[in-house]
DNA sequence: AAGGTATTCGGGTACGTACACGTAATTTCT
DNA sequence: AGAAATTACGTGTACGTACCCGAATACCTT
């Protein structure tokens, strides 16, 4: 007698056994359909695929990553972490975040960092990724043609791929996450707008040496400005291109800036270089003036805290980090529809919520 | 020869059969040990437990989900989605989701609503929940005395338990998972602030009937008023509770408080009820104050589009549902360390970005 | 020492699926 | 018609773990 008694006939079975029982074909036919191999009859495939309907069959997403002892590689193609900003440090910890929630699902993650001031570290990664048998990837597609030739060759090779902080309109990706910038500009000059009388006066900055990614900073510039008209405010706008990113730089210029502009009510940076503007008036001893600036950094929030920053605008990007490695796994895994869109909410941040944001 | 031939014998093994290779018993053995069962000698044990933190092993879950054939039941009590307030439909959602993600993992949720009126149906639903053979508690815990006595029972019984919404200090709980009023309201205050001149006047409104939720805005107040003291600012708040929620009576309440006090700048709702007041402000063809209230509900944002309320607060309703059982499942299954309290972020929607905010 | 009882451990089967291989059925060719 | 090629389907093994059952050994009794 053996050890353990089979069950009773009167078991309900469930998952392929039933549909091969109902459809009496063994469970490889069952199989091959569900994988639509080849090797089955049209009219047992047709037969078979109805019962899968008729039970609403969900396969077993543990025995089928147990039995399927693939391992898929996900490629993450994302800058490095500059002295510049320590920006992309976040959708990294995102990513990790995931990595090690689905890798007991026998997902494994490769990195590779590019150099946001050199095209050709982006354009060699990408060949190394591409010659690597990789089955996904995650690109924060800063470069844009060469982003596209990358793409276009993940499209050839079947390669699903998904768009993380910038779009790519037009490419058939997987799915974009990121901001909708237009809106955190619009927002951006509400905030603004309380500190600003009628025919006052504002400042745009951009500081910014990287010229690729200017259509960015571009966009939320675009936002800003339609808010006051939609609003028919009547204002002065100033804006400033500040392409010397070291502070020395930036302290120069806004010097001049604000010695031309004593009647400025608020200064809105359009990135995460509002650092150096918050230092500037600190250190500058300047009349207080209303800071609004982007994403949620270490010196940022110091800033913050201290109150020469008034609203920080940020969108996630850990998060960004985290759905973009997650949305691979549910399509290629989980076999689950994804948004094509998925906008990350803008954040406001102050000085009294900061402590309970999620990056 | 048998249809597949085994793997040849320098293959490595990983799991629980290398312990048991290693450990020169069966994997039976190395079982008992995992799972600290008895039958094993303090000697073998020893040695499969070095065993086990030298390799630094990690149970592979599917393959534990699959076998172990057990059910996971876990039981939610929560407040009905009243028609006093829809704000415990977002929890519900998603606590749905939540579900849907594991339920192929073997868990069930089983869902009780109480009347937020009426204690004795949380406590016949308790009672019901006690009675069933339950894994796993997620509990709002609205009615504390009654909850207390719920909870007490659960860590006899030995059931872990979540709370979500409002907490139960020093009980015993998995984790807390929601707001922190009291910040809420300070926040809230910074942003009346830019309203409201020197010696200004600004008005705190509590319309709710629930006397046993009272605390819930009595905390937020005192955050609202922290604000103005800690910034020494010079201004007159007035207070009023409504305790008659129907709109002609909100509306008539309003009419004599906004009668006596034409000089408020601004009115911070403490709850969402805030949509009575817009709607008497639009109604009453008032002049335009700013008007702080909370929770993204669907009427709550008409106003919000129509400018009628500036900003509201919220904090991730849904979320808060969703993490709740997330927060049991990686405890009881998944058997990591879970946030004692997790607050949810203090998020601010305007008109601006309500359109990319998820709940 | 023989028998009994605890204690400790090995082995087998199952979970639901994937896939390689084998065989039976059918068609195609000569 | 019979052989060969093709197509259609069945079967066994494996994935890593849980858990049951029985075997083996150790420890007592008398």
Redesign the interface.
């Known amino acids: 007698m053996p050890y353990k008694m089979k069950k009773d006939s009167a078991v309900e079975l469930n998952g392929v056994k039933e549909i091969a029982r109902r459809a009496n074909v063994s469970i490889g036919t069952v199989d091959r359909v569900i994988h639509n191999r080849s090797g089955v009859s049209e009219k047992t495939k047709k037969i078979i695929q109805d019962i899968i309907k008729e039970l609403d069959y969900?396969p077993?997403?543990?025995?089928r990553?147990?039995a399927s002892n693939k391992v898929l590689n996900f490629a993450v193609l994302i800058p490095a972490e500059s002295n510049e900003t320590e920006f992309w440090a976040a959708p990294l910890i995102g990513i990790e975040q995931a990595e090690s929630e689905i890798k007991?699902?026998g997902i494994k993650v490769e990195k590779y960092f590019f150099d946001l001031n050199d095209k050709k570290s982006f354009v060699n990664l990408t060949k190394k990724i591409l010659k690597s048998s990789i089955d996904g990837v995650l690109l924060a597609p800063s470069f844009i043609d060469e982003s596209l030739a990358f793409t276009k060759q993940c499209d050839q090779l079947q390669i699903p791929y998904v768009l993380i902080n910038s779009d790519l309109p037009k490419q058939d990706s997987l799915c974009y996450i990121g901001p909708?910038l237009f809106?955190?500009g619009?927002?951006s000059a509400?905030l603004a707008n309380?500190?600003i009388r009628e025919n006052g006066k504002v400042l745009i900055i951009n500081i910014s040496r990287e010229i690729d990614n200017h259509h960015h900073l571009l966009r939320k510039e675009e936002g800003f400005r339609a808010?006051f008209a939609d609003h028919a405010k009547e204002l002065t706008i100033i804006k400033e291109d500040i392409r010397q990113t070291d502070y020395s730089s930036v302290a120069a210029r806004l010097k001049d800036l604000l010695h031309d502009h004593p009647d400025a009510e608020a200064i809105f940076v359009t990135n995460s270089r509002v650092v150096s503007v918050a230092r500037y008036l600190q250190e500058s001893d300047q009349k207080k003036l209303l800071l609004i600036g982007y994403d949620y950094l270490k010196d940022n929030v110091a800033y913050l805290k201290n109150g020469l920053i008034d609203f920080l605008i940020c969108q996630k990007p850990q998060e960004q980090g985290y759905r973009g490695i997650m949305a691979l796994y549910q399509d290629m895994v989980l076999k689950v529809e994804v948004e094509k869109n998925y906008?990350?909410?803008?954040?406001?941040i102050?000085?009294?919520?900061y402590?309970?944001?999620?990056n």
Do not use: G
């Not at 906008?343 to 406001?348: A, G, L, R, S, V």
């Open positions: 969900q077993n997403i543990m025995a990553r147990l007991q699902y909708e809106h955190s619009y927002l509400h309380y500190a808010y906008f990350m909410p803008i954040d406001i102050t000085k009294e919520n402590k309970f944001y999620r």
